[in-house]
């Protein structure tokens, strides 16, 4: 989309950088553009609660669970304490996965409401197109994609380690 004047070219490279980046908050990044104050705010709520309950479910179903056995002996009781250990170093690197694809799914739903709203221009004035939102929605979901896959063959690999532990 050809820009009037110069100087709104000019504006609008300069103000790219500060658009859907991970080290800016939210509330920068779509409230302003979009020019809701009460959105995007809700949505962020709603992802994070989501994602959060997630975690707790991915922790508490991961951690192994205490059976009756007759007394253990010392090196059974070792790979007992490792095999606990692995499975709760899992879950945790499956939370933090899940962590930071909500965080650029929420950036994306951003995109998404800046699409929506019909530009980038909104509250701060910029002019901005159409197709910079998508791409960032674009390369957003992506990410969300990529840790989503990444957090799955973790958890294959840790169900493969405890079948050979069995």
């Given at each position: 989309?050809?820009?009037?004047?110069?100087?709104?070219?000019?504006?609008?490279?300069s103000?790219?950088?500060h658009?859907?980046?991970?080290?800016l908050?939210?509330?920068?990044?779509?409230?302003?553009?979009?020019?809701?104050?009460?959105?995007?705010?809700?949505?962020?709520?709603?992802?994070?609660?989501?994602?959060?309950?997630?975690?707790?479910?991915?922790?508490?179903?991961?951690?192994?669970?205490?059976q009756?056995?007759p007394?253990?002996?010392?090196?059974?009781?070792?790979?007992?304490?490792?095999?606990q250990?692995?499975?709760?170093?899992?879950?945790?690197?499956?939370?933090?996965?899940?962590?930071?694809?909500?965080?650029?799914?929420?950036?994306?739903?951003?995109?998404?409401?800046?699409?929506?709203?019909g530009?980038?221009?909104?509250?701060?004035?910029?002019?901005?197109?159409?197709?910079?939102?998508?791409?960032?929605?674009?390369?957003?979901?992506?990410?969300?994609?990529?840790?989503?896959?990444?957090?799955?063959?973790?958890?294959?690999?840790?169900?493969?380690?405890?079948?050979?532990?069995?």
């Amino acid at each position: 989309m050809p820009y009037a004047q110069p100087s709104q070219a000019r504006a609008a490279a300069s103000h790219w950088p500060h658009r859907h980046h991970c080290a800016l908050p939210l509330r920068h990044n779509a409230v302003v553009h979009v020019g809701s104050w009460v959105a995007v705010p809700r949505l962020q709520q709603q992802l994070r609660a989501e994602g959060r309950e997630l975690r707790r479910q991915l922790r508490d179903g991961l951690q192994p669970q205490p059976q009756p056995q007759p007394q253990p002996q010392p090196q059974q009781q070792q790979q007992q304490q490792q095999q606990q250990q692995q499975g709760r170093n899992v879950s945790w690197a499956l939370a933090d996965e899940m962590q930071v694809a909500e965080h650029h799914l929420v950036q994306a739903a951003s995109a998404a409401l800046c699409l929506r709203g019909g530009s980038w221009g909104g509250s701060c004035g910029m002019a901005c197109t159409h197709a910079a939102a998508a791409a960032a929605a674009a390369a957003a979901v992506l990410v969300v994609l990529l840790h989503l896959v990444q957090a799955a063959a973790a958890a294959a690999q840790a169900t493969n380690e405890h079948n050979e532990h069995m």
